[in-house]
Structures are given as structure tokens and as C-alpha cells.
């Protein structure tokens, strides 16, 4: 089978990024552009960002996750720390995340390091959890093979009748990490492929350089 789309096309149109216009700190930047994506009707899950990591076999590899909090110092997000994605993350902090809103003609790549969070704070956003979304915390090996789905949903079942009536913890393999951004590179489209790049990188005296990058 094949398909050719070197006909695809779109002109970027909507809006330009200046350097004279970003702020000293690119999370005032980031904090601005996710207001608008988040009140966007173009915009579905705002908070979706990609993750890339080095896998444990060598290769790269994305997936999606939800972005949950933002600070001054990085980027959150909760996982299964024995996953696929939490070990690769253990064995090499070093990952990129990254946002793409098309219909606001927008990215956003941040390189940082991902650390563990505390597990007070693991605990509080696990408390503020439906009660389905933690029992699927306790339910799934995440990235583990299973024979078929009824096994998956049997699991569940068990979960549920462990619980029954009692307080349902944070299970010690599930938490959060923090990305602390080492660069953030803020990506508008613009017509003819001259697209508007600006990137922020951290400096030794935690004040950030501003550049314009060619497209």
C-alpha cells in the first residue's frame, strides 16, 4: 500500500512570536499560552504533552501523559514508577516534553531532568482521584503483557473486593515526577515555513538566555 502526501499543505497564519515581546522567564510564557490553549474551543486537553525517554533497550520512545501541575521549578505528572516509562525515566532522568495545540498553531519543547516527587505530594493528588482511577493504579502492571482483556477486567473485580469499604491508599509504585527545565523552546507558525522559534536555556546563575532560531 501506499499513500503520498507530499501535496499535504498549511499555511500558518494566526499570530507571530517577537523576541521584545517574551518575558524575562519562559514559565510566564508557558503559564500565557496555556491560558489561552485551555480556554481555546481548538484546543482539546490542553494539559496533553508528549514525553520522550530513553528506553531500557536503548531506543527513544513518546507517549502522551497529562500535564497535572506547574510551578516556577518544573512540570508534573504521575506514572507507575515500575512501567515501562518509570523505569526508563529512573535509569536516565534526562527526557523532553513536549506540547503541540494545532489549532492555535503552536509548540512547545521543554528538555529537562525528571525527578521523583516527595511522596507527601504523590499521596495528596492520589487522595483528590476518583475511586476508579485508583483502583486501576492497584489493578494494572502497567506495561506488563496479560493474556487477554477478561484478564484485565478480573483483576479489576479483585481490586475493587480488596477495597470494599475501606480507604484505597496510594499503592508505594505509583507517584509523581517533576520535569526541572534546562530549555524551553516556544514554537509559532508563520506563513512559508518561516516559522517564529524563540528558546529559553537555563544559565549557571538560574537566569535564562533568550535566542531566536531560524526555522
Known amino acids: 500500500m501506499s499513500h503520498d502526501l507530499s501535496d499535504y499543505r498549511k499555511s500558518y497564519e494566526k499570530k507571530e512570536l517577537l523576541k521584545e515581546h517574551c518575558p524575562e522567564n519562559p514559565i510566564e510564557l508557558f ?4 491560558f489561552v490553549a485551555d480556554e481555546s474551543e481548538m484546543v482539546d486537553e490542553a494539559n496533553a504533552m508528549t514525553i520522550s525517554s530513553l528506553g531500557l533497550d536503548g531506543f527513544p520512545k ?10 516556577w521549578e518544573g512540570f508534573v505528572f504521575y506514572t507507575n514508577y515500575n512501567s515501562e516509562k518509570g523505569k526508563a525515566i529512573v535509569k536516565n532522568n534526562n527526557v523532553c516534553l513536549s506540547f503541540f495545540w494545532a489549532g492555535l498553531e503552536q509548540q512547545i519543547i521543554i528538555k529537562g531532568k525528571a525527578e521523583k516527587l516527595a511522596e507527601n505530594l504523590s499521596d495528596g ?6 475511586d476508579g482511577s485508583k483502583l486501576g493504579a492497584w489493578a494494572s502492571n502497567q506495561s506488563e503483557v496479560v493474556a487477554s482483556r477478561e484478564e484485565l477486567d478480573n483483576k479489576l473485580k479483585e481490586t475493587e473486593e480488596r477495597f470494599k469499604g475501606k480507604e484505597i491508599t496510594r499503592p508505594p509504585h505509583w507517584g509523581g515526577f517533576m520535569v526541572k527545565p534546562v530549555s524551553i523552546e516556544f514554537w509559532q ?8 522559534r524563540i528558546r529559553y536555556t537555563l544559565q549557571k546563575d538560574f ?9
Not at 209 to 214: D, I, M, S, W
Open 125 to 130: 493528588y492520589f487522595e483528590s482521584r476518583p
Open 189 to 196: 507558525g508563520r506563513p512559508n515555513r518561516m516559522h517564529d
Open 31 to 34: 503559564r500565557d499560552w496555556f
Open 62 to 71: 513518546n507517549r502522551v501523559v497529562l500535564l497535572k501541575k506547574y510551578t
Open 207 to 215: 537566569s535564562w538566555k533568550l535566542e531566536r532560531l531560524a526555522p
